[in-house]
């Protein structure tokens, strides 16, 4: 591989972020990401250790952003010398993740801060952002010269080095050991495992080096998070210089300004937003959430003026999340600004969720955030509230307008519909109007008929890519569904309400945090399903080589007009039937729980014979269907 010369931003007078990097690929792509989130800093790129420290006194960086992975000896080394050199620079390393736990107790302190690779570009120009930024300005968050043991311990975990770690504090000295990112063993003295560790990550500004770990390393530590996470609230005051000098803090005065709610799973965003609105209205009453539980906890206590809300959360969406605040009567009225990186999938939640105002995508630079608030802020929002009454209370429903009496031929329909609290909605025919584009105002009719929900889903499939692996096994497949699927229920009343000959058209799709459905909407058609013409031919238009953790895949693409297809069978629950306002099916709503969906080539075999695999949904369009999917083969 060519050397890098070295970049010509280090002779401009400006601040500067300083990456380290070894691979030129990577080093092109997250240069070009710092341009886009530091576009007032410069930057400079280093392949070593060595290299870094060669630049950094030109430089006088005030970011390094260092790639751990995958580990090289001299970390523990450089980061001592650049702390002594550099004490009031902060440090972004990539790696691999730190525990949760840890990172919590931890919090803004630790001299070094870390995001998971491969990671999230809206996570990655947050961290930039939130350390360039507010962060300089606010006491009490860490810098290199606040580098201790727990740092440098968390950094070779976060290479997944093989290390052992010698400590030496006065006349004290240990030894910590981390295997595969993992700490396995600590001593000191007559203390081993985890007492040892304990002592050890008290110690104030010991004197670290490493050594490689050569052979089985001992395992005296079982649970070397649970450990650490008790150290970190154990340690003494007196264990830090600088907490004993530090000054008492002054007393904040009450702020009195409007109130947010930013409800975002990625810490190190949510400081940056809160630290971005902070310092550009210092009046702002702001509080933060990790997840949409906590958030939901947080909005109905304090009635915002506004949430800033994530879309993909941990427990489940922020459209459902909108949705709840919606049927709840003391938070329908609180207006949402919506920030998310999955495009579709936001603006199909702000299109049919009213109390969505305003949205965002990620990766946002702080200006515009801070633009879009106030603007969000100084406007009148007006939306009607969603309470939906509980359907099992059908008497409390706001009233409607009677349905047209049904025909004798079709009252058939009507009453082999499945009932739910004792009501039975009337029906008329399925093909005899098809509403497709407005919400169905009527309440969703859950279905529980006594011979089960079971429902088979058919969809075309167009392969837009297949890899294969080294031994020419099949790999994964990216596909393109069509938008007319089939449906058929198991249970004969089902059947008899809803045809299996009739035709489905896909519908919006939500999903889980993985990527997979766990509802998916299908909406009836006036014509019959025909199935589109199977091609089980693969016409090579390209080969290209896709790198894997483990081995090299080859990726094929199809070349002329005339696609490979295929056809995805899923067994699925029909959890609701949604009715429109002249109490026609609108819409039905099915419950995706399997992962496993069943691929054939041949449209005509048993659905048995067909092969398993795992389906993600890569991409969906505006209205929120599936656009692009991934399926992975289970062997």
Sequence with gaps: MPRRSKSSAIRVPQPTILLLEEYDALAAAISSALKKFAPRHASAVARSFAEAERLAPTVGPEL????????????????????????????????????AEI??????????????????????????????????????????????????VLAHCAASANVALELAAGRRTGEIQ??????????????????????????????????????????TISNWRTAVVESLRGIAPESSEREEL??????????????????????????FVEDTLAMADPSLQITTALSATDGFREIERLIPDL???????????????????????????????????????????????????????????????????????????QFEARVEEDPAEPEILAPKPPPEPLPPSQKRIASEMPTYGGAVPPLAPVQAHIER????????????PADGNAAMLGIFLEVLSMQLTSQLQMGAIRARPSLIASLRLTSATGRNAIPSELGFQLGPAKLNRDGRISKLRLIPTSKPFQPGPART?????????????TRTHVQLTPAGTTPMTMELFAHLELDAVELSASFQVAQLILNWDPAAVRITLNPKAPEQTAARFEMRVLKLDDSGRMQELLLSPIR
């Design 64 to 99: 390094f952003v260092l790639d751990v992975d995958p580990s090289c000896p001299g970390l523990t080394d450089f980061l001592q010398r650049i702390s002594s050199t550099h004490p009031n620079a902060r440090v972004l390393v990539i790696g691999g993740a730190i525990p």
């Design 103 to 152: 990172a919590a107790q931890r919090g803004q302190t630790g001299a070094l801060q870390f995001i998971e690779k491969p990671f999230d570009l809206a996570v990655f120009g947050a961290a930039v952002q939130a350390l360039l930024g507010p962060w300089r300005e606010l006491e009490g968050r860490g810098t290199l010269g606040g580098l201790n043991a727990l740092d440098v």
């Design 178 to 219: 981390i295997a595969s990112g993992q700490v396995v063993h600590a001593a000191t003295g007559k203390l081993k495992g985890e007492e040892a560790l304990d002592a050890i990550l008290g110690w104030s500004r010991p004197h670290l080096s490493e050594r490689k770990l050569s052979g089985s390393a001992p395992r």
């Design 246 to 271: 530090a000054p008492e803090p002054e007393a904040h005065p009450t702020k009195t300004g409007k109130k947010l709610v930013v409800v975002d799973d990625t810490e190190m965003l949510l400081i």
């Design 307 to 381: 949430v800033l809300l994530d879309y993909s959360l941990p427990d489940f969406n922020g459209d459902e999340l909108c949705e709840c605040l919606l049927q709840n009567e003391r938070t329908a009225r609180v207006p949402v600004l919506m920030m998310s990186g999955h495009v579709p999938e936001m603006n199909a939640a702000a299109a049919r969720l009213p109390n969505v105002v305003a949205k965002i995508e990620k990766p946002f630079l702080s200006d515009a955030l801070v633009d879009l608030v106030q603007r969000t802020l100084r406007g009148r929002h």
């Design 437 to 448: 584009h407005t919400p169905a105002p009527a309440p969703p009719v859950r279905v529980a």
């Design 537 to 549: 031919a693969f016409e090579i238009g390209g080969v290209a080589l896709i790198p894997n953790e």
